[in-house]
């Protein structure tokens, strides 16, 4: 009977060394599971992570190369503006006077200026145009103004008969002379072939316009 009661003793002891070492690999095997699974997760957010950095990145760097472009394009818009504004500073005057007075009177637009002399003169800070036939009246006296940039026509006035003198309306808006450079490459040989026929009229004078002016409505 004692043995049968040792045997039963040694059996339970066994049995529950066997279950408590299952129970401490199974929470071995879980702990190592557990590890591996945050292991995962820490590798898996530290990419996440990564990725955000390199697209934050490379956004910046698009965004920065983006406005270098553009900061490259308006320096060389620039750049070209100034080259035909001094290219067209650089023109002969009668050439300049040629091509501002096209603004204000087509006839400076015929080829050669067959048949027309145009006449000019600065004075007081104004350009003072006029184009003729040499016969008759009828040839309206312009006033224009000039900055580095642009010409502004101002006036007209025109003498209709022997004392009458009119006011003549004429296009008022501003036209830059880099607009009147590329109109004289676009047709240079036009306008170089009339250059003979501009010449400096000094009785065109402020003063004398102005004693025009006042000619109007007597």
């Known amino acids: 009977m004692k043995k049968w009661l040792l045997i039963g003793c040694c059996a339970f002891f066994l049995t529950a060394c066997t279950t408590k070492k299952e129970m401490k690999n199974a929470n071995s095997i879980e702990t190592t599971v557990t590890q591996h699974m945050t292991k995962a997760e820490e590798s898996k957010e530290a990419k996440s992570s990564s ?3 390199q697209t934050e990145k490379a956004s910046s760097s698009s965004e920065s190369s983006g406005s270098s472009a553009t900061s490259e394009s308006v320096d060389l818009e620039k750049q070209q503006r100034e080259e035909k504004l001094e290219a067209y500073n650089n023109l002969a ?32 800070g104004f350009l003072f145009v006029q184009i003729g036939s040499g016969a008759g ?3 309206p006296e312009i006033k224009l103004s000039y900055d580095n940039e642009a010409i502004y ?7 209709e008969g022997a004392a009458k003198i009119n006011n003549l309306p004429v296009p008022t808006a501003p036209v ?19 250059l003979s026929h501009v010449q400096v009229s000094e009785n065109m004078t402020e003063a004398n316009f102005e004693k025009l002016k006042a000619l109007i409505g007597n």
């Open 51 to 53: 990725s955000t950095n």
């Open 93 to 124: 005057v009668p050439l300049k006077v040629l091509l501002a007075t096209t603004i204000v009177d087509e006839r400076a637009e015929t080829p050669g200026l067959v048949g027309y002399g145009l006449g000019y003169n600065f004075d007081g």
């Open 176 to 194: 830059s002379k880099i607009a009147l450079y590329d109109k004289y490459l676009n047709e240079k040989e036009k306008y170089d072939s009339s």
């Open 137 to 139: 009246t009828g040839h």
């Open 153 to 159: 026509p101002i006036e007209a006035i025109v003498r």
